[in-house]
C-alpha cells in the first residue's frame, strides 16, 4: 500500500508503474516551456467544527494516488531537477494524534515516485520560481477561486523577475479536456481495479436483497449495504438509494426513511468505491420476494431495453446506441401495457416516453461515478472504444398519473450494471446480482 493514503482510495503498489505512465503521458502532451499544477480537493466542513469524511481530488488520485488535503502535484516536462514535485504537509506530531497520520515530505517522494516534495507551507517563495520562463500554465480555473487568485500572484511575482528571454507566463490551458480523455480509457490495472469495485458493490446489493422483508425501514438496507463495503474496506461511491414503492419513481431519492411495504417492490442504486474507483448498481426486487403479475410485466420491459441496451455496447458502435435500443424496446412497452397510444416510429420521434423515462441510458464510470469524458467528438456521438467502462441503466417511472392503467401505478422500476467494452464483446462486471424475475424470486426465497 503506499504509505499515507486512506484506506478507502489508495492504490496498491502495483499501480505504480501505472500512475508513472499517465504523468509522462500527459507531460508530452504538454510539451516543453509548460507546467502543470493540479491541487488537492480542501477539506469541507459539514457543521461547526467537523468535516465530512476527506474524499481526494479525482485528478489528483489519477496521477499520484495521493489522498491528503493540503497538497499540490506540480509537473515541469523536462526539468533536469526534476519533473514531478509533490507539495503537501509536514509531519506534526501534535496535529497527527488529534486527526491521523500524514505522510509527511520526507517520505513523500518515495511513497509517491516524486522526484521532490516540498513543505506546503513553502509554496508562495518556491513556487513562483518554478513558474519563470514557462509559457503555458495546464490548470483548470473557475474551480477554486482562492487557488486562482494565488495561481495569479505567483504568476505575478514570476513575471516580474523572469530572464528577457524567457516566455509570458500568463497562456492558460484547461488540464480537463487533456485529462478527461486520459480517464475514459482504461487501462488493465484499472479495469481490474474496477472489477473488484463491482464485485463488493454487488456482494452489497446482494445481501440487502437477502434481508429484504416486509416492516422493514429503507435505511435498514441502506445500512446492509454500508455493512458489506465496509467489511470489504471499502465506502459507498455516493449515497445510497433505497425507495420501496412510489418513491422508486423519484430517480435521486435519498431520504431512505420510509416503511417497506407488502406487495410493493424497492429500488436500489448503490455502488462502492474501492481503491478510488467506483462501482454503480440498480436493482429493483419485490419487498416480500415475490412479483406481482404488473410488476412482472413492466419489470420484463425493462430488462429486455437493459438487454438490448447492452448488446448494443459494442465496439464501432456509438454512445448513443445503446440509449436508442432502449427507448424503442420502452416505448414499445409503454403502448404495449396502453400508457402510450400511436405508432412506435412517431411516438419515439415525439419522445413521447419522456414522462416515464427521463434521463440517458448510461455514463461513463471510473474514479468518479459520473466519470469524465466527452460523449460527442465533433458534434458526433463517439464511438466505443476497447477500454471503455460505462454503465447500463433504463427505468420506467409510472408514478399515480390517471393516464396510466391502474394496476400500473406507482411502480418505479431501473436495472443498472456495470460494462466493460471490449473486442470481444460487452463484459458484465456486476452479474453477480440476480436480475432475472426467476432468479430474485429463487434467491429470496432461500
Known amino acids: 500500500m503506499i504509505k499515507g493514503l486512506s484506506r478507502t482510495t489508495r492504490f496498491p503498489k502495483s499501480i505504480a508503474t501505472e500512475l508513472k505512465r499517465r504523468r509522462r503521458a500527459l507531460m508530452r502532451i504538454m510539451g516543453d516551456k509548460s507546467i ?3 491541487p488537492a480537493a480542501r477539506a469541507s466542513v459539514r457543521s461547526n467544527d467537523t468535516e465530512y469524511p476527506y474524499r481526494a481530488d479525482s485528478n489528483m488520485l489519477y496521477l499520484s494516488g495521493f489522498d491528503e488535503p493540503e497538497a499540490l502535484l506540480v509537473l515541469i516536462p523536462n526539468r533536469r531537477q526534476g519533473q514531478y514535485i509533490m507539495f503537501c504537509r509536514e509531519r506534526d506530531p501534535l496535529q497527527e494524534t488529534w486527526h491521523g497520520r500524514r505522510l509527511g515530505v520526507e517520505d513523500a517522494p518515495d511513497a509517491l515516485g516524486a522526484d521532490d516534495a516540498f513543505p506546503i507551507g513553502d509554496i508562495d517563495d518556491i513556487l ?11 490548470h483548470t480555473l473557475g474551480k477554486d477561486q482562492g487557488f486562482d487568485a494565488r495561481v495569479l500572484g505567483w504568476l505575478s511575482k514570476a513575471r516580474s523577475s523572469r530572464r528577457s528571454d524567457g516566455g509570458d507566463p500568463d497562456a492558460f490551458i484547461s488540464l480537463d479536456y487533456h485529462l478527461h480523455e486520459m480517464r475514459v480509457h482504461k487501462s488493465r490495472t484499472e479495469i481490474a481495479l474496477m472489477r473488484k469495485a463491482a464485485s463488493v458493490s454487488a456482494a452489497a446489493h446482494s445481501r440487502a436483497m437477502r434481508e429484504c422483508k416486509p416492516g422493514m425501514h429503507e435505511y435498514q438496507l441502506e445500512a446492509e449495504l454500508i455493512a458489506e463495503y465496509t467489511a470489504n474496506r471499502a465506502s459507498h461511491a455516493f449515497a445510497p438509494i433505497v425507495g420501496g414503492g412510489e418513491n422508486g419513481c423519484i430517480l435521486h431519492y435519498t431520504e431512505n426513511d420510509d416503511v417497506l ?17 467506483a462501482g454503480d448498481i440498480t436493482r429493483t426486487f419485490p419487498v416480500n420476494g415475490v412479483f406481482t403479475e404488473a410488476q412482472k410485466t413492466v419489470y420484463n420491459i425493462v430488462l429486455e431495453a437493459q438487454l438490448a441496451a447492452i448488446e448494443a455496447a459494442r465496439v464501432g458502435n456509438h454512445w448513443n446506441d445503446p440509449h436508442e435500443a432502449a427507448v424503442k424496446v420502452l416505448t414499445r412497452g409503454l403502448r404495449d401495457i396502453g400508457v402510450l397510444k400511436g405508432k412506435l416510429p412517431a411516438l ?11 434521463h440517458r441510458t448510461g455514463h461513463w464510470l471510473g474514479i468518479d461515478v459520473h466519470d469524465v469524458g466527452e460523449y460527442r467528438l465533433n458534434g458526433e456521438w463517439r ?18 398519473s390517471r393516464k396510466i392503467p391502474k394496476p400500473y401505478r406507482n411502480i418505479g422500476i431501473r436495472i443498472e450494471d456495470d460494462i ?19 432468479d430474485i424470486e429463487s434467491f429470496m426465497r432461500q
Open 36 to 38: 502543470a499544477l493540479i
Open 128 to 138: 513562483p520560481g518554478l513558474l519563470e520562463n514557462k509559457q503555458s500554465v495546464f
Open 261 to 277: 411495504v407488502d406487495k410493493e417492490l424497492v429500488l436500489i442504486d448503490s455502488g462502492a468505491e474501492l481503491s478510488g474507483y
Open 348 to 358: 419515439i420521434k415525439e419522445e413521447a416516453y419522456k414522462p416515464y423515462y427521463m
Open 383 to 400: 464511438a466505443l472504444e476497447p477500454g471503455m467502462v460505462l454503465t447500463v441503466e433504463p427505468g420506467l417511472y409510472l408514478g399515480s
Open 420 to 438: 466493460v467494452v471490449t473486442a470481444k464483446g460487452p463484459e458484465v462486471m456486476t452479474s453477480g446480482v440476480p436480475k432475472t424475475i426467476d
